[in-house]
């Protein structure tokens, strides 16, 4: 993790993501901004977080942790979500890891400021509750999507959910042959079964694997084999 000392930086980041709509000009002020690379933790389970964090640049990638050792996706954040509002108001320890995907620009503010501005910034509150309600939401869905689809369309809604805003489309930087096994555990399947359903995909010319990463070929039919269902 990197510290980024920088008051221009954190304003321009902060008008762009609109946080000027929500947070006062002292809050903003105060706020920290931290650089996270790839495969980085912000936050694993069992944190007590002294702070909330502003995704304002980047993806991040949200996984449980199961009893059995095992992981389990939750979803992936992107701009602007909030990690740590679940947490601010009674301190619950932290139940996700949540960590990087590629670089990611974080905003930190301070439990205790925030709820100061919190008593009389209700655009603030509001910001927070539809936070709150779209997590609860994609929950429920997330839940569904592990327990009722079968791996290759789990499979397909989590490359749609990595690549769907890369830049220039296609490259799905993620899935290399070496991750396999993580996200077959994520997937709450096996390497061997996932492996199988790589292949077959491979073969019907939906995605491609050159020099250890996997690439799609084929939006339409990873899209239709998504249903519509993404980790977000």
Avoid: W
Wanted: charged share 25%; proline share 2%; with cysteine.
């Amino acid at each position: 993790m990197q510290s980024i000392i920088d008051p221009d930086v954190i304003q321009r980041l902060a008008e762009q993501n609109g946080l000027g709509e929500m947070f006062s000009i002292g809050v903003i002020a105060a706020m920290e901004l931290r650089k996270y690379g790839d495969g980085e933790a912000v936050c694993s389970v069992g944190d007590r977080l002294e702070s909330m964090f502003i995704l304002v640049q980047g993806k991040l990638k949200i996984h449980t942790l199961l009893p059995n050792g095992k992981s389990m996706l939750v979803r992936f954040a992107r701009p602007m979500s909030v990690i740590g509002d679940v947490e601010l108001l009674r301190q619950y320890p932290v139940k996700n890891e949540v960590e990087s995907v590629g670089d990611s620009l974080l905003l930190v503010a301070g439990r205790k400021m925030l709820l100061k501005e919190l008593e009389e910034n209700t655009v603030l509150l509001r910001f927070l509750m539809g936070e709150l309600s779209h997590k609860m939401y994609t929950l429920g869905q997330t839940s569904a999507l592990n327990l009722l689809y079968p791996v290759e369309n789990r499979f397909a809604s989590y490359l749609m959910s990595l690549f769907e805003d890369n830049v220039g489309g296609q490259r799905v930087e993620e899935i290399r042959t070496s991750s396999l096994t993580e996200t077959a555990d994520l997937l709450g399947t096996s390497y061997r079964h996932l492996n199988r359903i790589v292949r077959r995909f491979i073969e019907e010319g939906i995605i491609e694997r050159k020099r250890g990463r996997l690439s799609v070929l084929d939006k339409a039919r990873l899209a239709q084999l998504a249903n519509g269902n993404l980790y977000e």
